[in-house]
């Protein structure tokens, strides 16, 4: 947790603000995260499993890096969608990743 916080601030997410929306559980931000650079990915455990990308999970009123994994696709030609950044005139939101 304590690598998060510095990578964050040397990214320049000093001016975090949040705000939680209690209906639709989205924290917006002044300023986009950036996310780390991860190095390493561990080999597929089967042909089936799909790499998920590393990405921002809510928690607390504030986002914390997720790191990247390996999954199983939930159903035969399934595809995985990264989550992304999208602003809005309040700040920014995350949209998290999704099966399609």
Request: charged content about 20%; cysteine-free.
């Amino acid at each position: 947790m304590k690598k998060i916080t510095r990578i964050l601030f040397l990214f320049g997410a000093v001016s975090l603000f949040a705000v939680s929306n209690s209906k639709a559980q989205e924290i917006v931000v002044r300023a986009r995260l950036h996310r780390p650079v991860i190095a390493e990915r561990p080999p597929a455990p089967s042909p089936r499993h799909v790499w998920i990308d590393e990405e921002w999970a809510p928690s607390g009123g504030t986002y914390v890096f997720k790191g990247g994994y390996w999954a199983e696709p939930p159903r035969r030609h399934a595809r995985w969608v990264p989550g992304h950044w999208n602003h809005f005139p309040r700040g920014w939101v995350w949209r998290p990743g999704h099966w399609r």
